[in-house]
């Protein structure tokens, strides 16, 4: 690289990590750049389909990324991913049943829901050693899809119908309006864990998950860092479940407790990367991707298959994911 | 609503037929959890396949389902040692229980419950023996079926022989050493790691057979295991996490529960009672009944 | 007196680590605390410390009762401890180990303080040269100074070091001597929990003798090593 061409990058990033002006503008240019290039894309591709599809991988990148706010930040692994998941969904199903309120107004809704849920949960188990809480989430989202079979009034077993609305604001067809919705979810989530990470939020979550006792001898306040990071976390996984009915347009407690959410939410992180923000949304861009094309080439129970043995293997031999292997290339070199 | 006594009495017993079986089914997590602190989250997954071995010797050969479970056994016990040795090898030997080795057991969970899914659909499967319709009947009009009395007698069984075994074997005193001091064994020339490893054996081991009880009881398909999976760590915890006689206690506890709740309010709350259970023990008292 | 605790007990099931233990501890002073191995010596910084809850008694600190306390609420009135076995934060580099109690104990976002008072200790424990590297890569005696640095970094009024020399050679260890000695001056209590003999003697103002979870003996260097039942218990291994 040429001695002008260094010397501006390093200017970039050295004003990107200071606080400066230049790198977020930088940053949010290029972010710019991405959205519109991904929305001429799809719109040559021509069918909703590929906006639905685009849709599905944002959604992981919510998803990932809301789950390892708290597993790849502070180490408390949530298997219950598909219950913050549906308490968003089914959020989203009373309001549509009840008040009729439009999508932007009913994810905050549906993020509160899932927060307090996930505030309830950490405040019972949190104080307890790590499995435990792992154990209960676990069990949570068995419990929660249990009484939502229950509960005839969203359709129960049985399931509800909804209606996409008739007007879509701004965006031409509801496939792009679902999409542009997910991506700023998407963004937001992203923007999140990137505040979180760097923050002394962040800070005292990492110093959680290498050492708790040592941790909480340092003046970490560790019960409440792990309740804001499991409310969090919560929240954003109810946000992104809040626009599914209107994807779906038929909802049963099979698909918003779906077997592909609870897999994936751990596995893409993991696969990823879980100790910056990036490597979930790597993790999900990537196997994402890879779940869109499969599904149509072999059957999905095959391709969430797929997506476990990644999950084992990765877990086995790259611990620290994509992100880790590329940092270990890296020291290597140096 | 006026309760019915001979409701109760027969949710009691029903329940109690329950505990026995739900005993063999958490005996396992009681000794890779309890005693080893393993996070064993897959064992459930272990006894639906166990349950699937039954019903494929028994449907495509005619083995008694029993018997069944009794020729996989082996098989499971060295395939849970291989697993442990994977586990052991690729991250307790880093360190502290970490947030991989917990995605490794969720993985396996997953893998195993997909695969049956992809071999065996989604239909519920069931097998044929002699004990499967016939009752037996007691006094006071209780009549009870003997395919809930079978596993009860199995499940009991094993639980005591593995107590047995614990006690009086030497390897079993190792792994009840080994699950209050490594270190200590190690001193007398032990290999933790190797006790560890066998333990887990025998852990998966007795999920196999708790599988060929499950599907002596009720009709079985690949998604049952999430439901025990609540079951097995309440059933560990209450019962005091090392304790087999407090596990046996605790499944009984969790099977009259749930029996009682199934009669009075329908099956579909049936899941419920076992987070319930070990939200409220985790609360209360984490050290469970039994407990140290 | 900055600690006094009184009766503390502390079983584990039916085993009785600690035995009404009574303690003080003054504000500028230098206490050693020695004792064989399984005395209960961690145990009993580790109910100090609130890493594990007293079956019985009471802990005061300055004054206040922080028998219920948590462990990170203590930290932060002024009682810090180093671990007997490191305990760093393996994810992080030397100086953002040091950061962490900067941040949560003295002051938040203030970034240019934090970084500041990091320099600061890190010169104090002699780890400049070493700030940017990770705990994997250092050597027993960076290790243990670094565990007193995170201890310092939350401003303590107490230091309690548990074995901070164990393993080391004569030299390392008279250098973390040094290093404790000048805290000391500075006007932190310290507790020194140590096998070492030559260094606990040297250093202690007073010895605390713990044997099977019971104080045997408290007093001074010369009369609690001529005390019969230490000799017996302890010094004659």
Redesign the interface.
């Known amino acids: 690289m040429s001695v002008v061409a260094k010397t501006a990058k390093d200017e970039v990033a050295r004003s990107a990590t200071r606080g400066g002006w230049l790198g977020p503008l930088l940053a949010a240019s290029i972010g710019a750049a991405l959205i519109a290039a991904t929305f001429l894309v799809l719109d040559w591709l021509g069918t909703d389909y590929a906006y639905l599809a685009a849709y599905t991988v944002l959604q992981f990148v919510v998803l990932a990324t809301a789950w390892n706010i708290l597993g790849g930040y502070a180490g408390y692994v949530n298997f219950g991913s598909a219950g913050f998941f549906a308490i968003g969904v089914y959020t989203s199903v009373v309001v549509y049943q009840t008040i009729q309120l439009p999508i932007l107004a009913t994810i905050p809704l549906a993020a509160a829901t899932a927060g307090l849920v996930g505030f309830a949960t950490g405040y019972l188990t949190l104080r307890l050693r790590g499995v435990f809480f792992s154990i209960a989430t676990l069990a949570l989202a068995i419990v929660l899809q249990t009484l939502i079979v229950n509960w005839d009034w969203v359709g129960g077993a049985r399931g509800v119908y909804v209606l996409r609305p008739q007007t879509v604001p701004v965006f031409g067809s509801y496939a792009r309006y679902l999409f542009a919705v997910m991506l700023g979810l998407a963004i937001l989530s992203v923007l999140i864990a990137r505040l979180v990470e760097n923050s002394w939020l962040g800070q005292g979550l990492a110093a959680i998950r290498d050492d708790e006792v040592a941790a909480e001898c340092s003046g970490v306040p560790s019960l409440w860092l792990k309740l804001m990071a499991t409310t969090l976390s919560g929240a954003l996984m109810g946000a992104a479940g809040a626009p599914f009915p209107y994807f779906i347009t038929y909802v049963d407690p099979n698909t918003a407790f779906s077997l592909s959410i609870a897999v994936n939410t751990i596995a893409m992180p993991l696969i990823g990367g879980t100790t910056t923000w990036a490597g979930p949304v790597i993790g999900a861009l990537l196997i994402g991707s890879l779940q869109q094309y499969a599904t149509v080439t072999i059957s999905s129970a095959a391709n969430l298959l797929i997506v476990g043995v990644l999950l084992v293997v990765f877990v086995i031999i790259a611990p620290n994911g994509i992100i880790g292997l590329i940092t270990s290339i890296r020291e290597r070199r140096q | 609503m006026a309760v019915s006594w001979d409701l109760l009495i027969n949710a009691v017993l029903s329940g109690l037929l329950l505990g026995g079986f739900y005993a063999a089914v958490a005996v396992g997590v009681t000794i890779a959890f309890g005693m080893l602190d393993i ?1 064993n ?1 897959a064992h459930p997954a272990f006894i639906v396949l166990g349950a699937f071995i039954a019903y494929w010797l028994n449907s495509s050969y005619g083995i008694d389902p029993l018997l069944a479970s009794l020729l996989a056994a082996p098989f499971a016990f060295l395939g849970g040692r291989a697993l442990y040795r ?1 586990y052991y090898y ?1 991250f307790e030997r880093r360190g502290e ?4 080795g ?3 057991f ?3 969970l ?2 195993v ?3 049956l ?2 071999h065996f659909g989604v239909d519920y499967r069931t097998v044929e023996a002699a004990y499967i319709g016939p009752s037996v009947d007691l006094p006071f009009s209780l009549s009870v079926p003997l395919r809930l009395l079978t596993p009860l007698l199995v499940g009991l069984a094993m639980v005591l022989a593995i107590q047995i075994f614990l006690s009086r074997t030497f390897i079993g005193r190792a792994i009840l050493a080994v699950s209050q001091d490594p270190g200590a064994l190690r001193m007398v020339g032990g290999n933790p790691v190797k006790v560890k490893e066998i333990a887990f054996g025998i852990a998966i081991a007795t999920a196999i057979i708790a599988g060929a009880l499950l599907i002596i009881i009720q009709p079985v398909e690949p998604s049952v295991g ?2 025990f ?2 079951r097995v ?2 059933i560990c ?1 209450l019962g005091g996490m090392t304790s087999l006689a407090g596990t046996v206690l605790a499944a009984m506890i969790l099977g009259v529960a749930e029996s009682i709740t199934t009669t009075f309010w ?1 099956p ?2 049936a ?2 009672v ?3 259970i ?2 409220i023990t ?2 209360v008292r ?1 050290s469970g009944i039994l407990g ?1 | 007196m900055i600690i006094e605790a009184t009766g503390v007990t502390k079983k584990f099931g039916g085993f009785t680590a600690l035995n009404a233990i009574n303690f003080t501890l003054g504000a500028r002073e230098r206490v050693g605390l020695i004792g064989p191995n399984g005395s209960g010596k961690s145990t009993f910084v580790n109910c100090l410390t609130g890493v594990l809850p007293a079956s019985e008694g009471m802990v005061r600190f300055d004054g206040q009762d922080i028998t219920q306390l948590a462990a990170w609420k203590r930290a932060r009135l002024g009682l810090s401890r180093s671990f007997q076995i490191p305990r760093p934060f393996r994810g992080m580099t030397v100086r953002q180990n040091i950061e962490i109690p900067l941040t949560f104990i003295v002051g938040r976002s203030d970034r240019a303080r934090i970084e500041a008072e990091a320099d600061a200790i890190l010169a104090q424990v002699g780890l400049s040269a070493r700030a940017r590297a990770r705990p994997r890569s250092l050597s027993q005696v960076e290790l243990r100074k670094l565990e007193l640095g995170r201890a310092l970094a939350a401003k303590p009024r107490v230091l309690i070091a548990d074995e901070a020399m164990a393993g080391l050679s004569d030299p390392e260890v008279d250098e973390i001597l040094d290093l404790l000695m000048r805290l000391n001056s500075e006007g932190i209590a310290i507790l020194l929990i140590e096998h070492i003999m030559r260094a606990v003697i040297r250093f202690s103002e007073r010895i605390v003798v713990l044997v099977a979870g019971a104080k045997i003996a408290d007093g001074p260097p010369a009369d609690v090593m001529a005390h019969p039942e230490v000799v017996r218990a302890y010094l004659g291994e």
Not at chain 2, 97 to 100: A, K, N
């Open positions: 996070v989250i994977l690729a229980e970490s947030l991989q917990l995605a490794f969720f993985g396996i997953f893998i419950e997909v695969s899914l992809l999430r439901e999976i609540g760590f309440a915890v329908g579909s709350w899941p419920a076992a987070f319930s070990l939200l985790l609360a984490p140290r």
